[in-house]
């Protein structure tokens, strides 16, 4: 018998931690929620731990055991304070037969915990993060980054080199790990993200826009996710300008905050474009899917990078059977693969232009475009089956406990 609940066997318990602020409105805290919940539902007795220091707490799913660490609200002392405090939990908690971590750049408690007590540790690899963090600073690297990222190294390769097993959520992050930290390949797989499909459903494209209260018009193009810097946000910005140089008018709903949020406002206002871009900020999960229907075409313009991608908007724009235009970058291209849209050239504001253009002159094709995308995501991507896939993956490991 396996780690699920079947006749006669006993449930089997699974520690999932993470770092990630779950009140957040970005695509972690789904990400973290959503395998919570669909490896509950295969039978294991999950505990999500995480930190927290707001009042309001998250919503955890029902056949999930949420287990809150309260922390400081001062992010200098935070994550210190949550390592701290999660190793002691780990101690009085019911001994379980996995911890789950989604490895960050602090996460050392159930590193030290699994090595004494003898728990197996699986590790989820979501980027590069020395990488990610050096895109994210707005200053030139000094001692203190250097250090910084001296220490995510060394936290990283001992996470991974102690881990009973590692998901990569894509090929690219596989070879990378592997090659960099001398990984061996039994202990390593590639699961890709997925999307609950119970959330992200087609719905009507004008009701959807009355609920929102966005006026009927132009063809609308939306970017739903994080504002970071490979996002490639600007380059959309840029191809409006430019389609509107060419004499072709359209809307671009922009949905999600982040760091680059600033400075896209004054690219809007710099590129005089200001009339046709709208930012909403970030949006409670619960009208995401209201915000993807409300749009004609959704935008996945990311920049090129080493890690290669699995992004969640791409799977949640597909489950709500939109038409997508995105980038040529490695794990987008199922996109023409599989005729959900059209791909174009990365960091190229001239090439996205030449798709969006493109994609409205075939608007007789977008409801058969976003089925197809609907089908991939059933057939695919839904986190049910990327639950099924960690689970096999932890039985496959562990011998079948």
Known sequence: M?????????????????????????????????????????????????????????????????????VPPKPSIRARAFQAKLFIELCHLPRPQVVYVRLSAGMVAPLIWCSIVGVPLFAEVNGIMDLEFLMMQNKVADIRTWLKVRRMRIIEYL???????????????????????????????????????????????????CQLGIPEGPPLLGFIGSLAPWQGINDAIQAIKILRERGLSCRLLIVGQGIEETWLRALVRELGVYDMVVFTGGVHLEVVPLYISACDICLVPKRNLASGVSPLKLYEYMACARPILATDVPGLEIVSKVGAGVNTKAGSPESLADGIEELIQRKHEWEEMGMRGRLYVENNASWHIVAEKTLKFFEQRLGGI
């Open 2 to 70: 396996g780690l699920g609940q079947g006749e006669g066997s006993v449930m089997k318990r699974v520690h999932l931690v993470t770092d990630v602020d779950l009140m957040e409105r970005s695509a972690q805290p789904v990400h973290v929620l959503s395998l919570a919940k669909y490896l509950g539902r295969l039978g294991l007795e999950v505990r999500l731990i995480y930190p927290l220091w707001q009042r309001e707490s998250p919503a955890i799913p029902p056949d999930v055991i949420g287990i809150p660490v309260r």
């Open 159 to 209: 996470n991974l080199r102690k881990a009973t097993g590692i998901i990569f959520v894509t090929d690219r992050l596989k070879k990378y790990y592997t090659q960099r930290y001398q990984i061996s390949q039994k202990k390593a797989t590639v699961i890709n993200n997925g999307v609950d499909l119970e959330i992200f459903r087609p719905m009507d494209k004008h009701q959807s826009r």
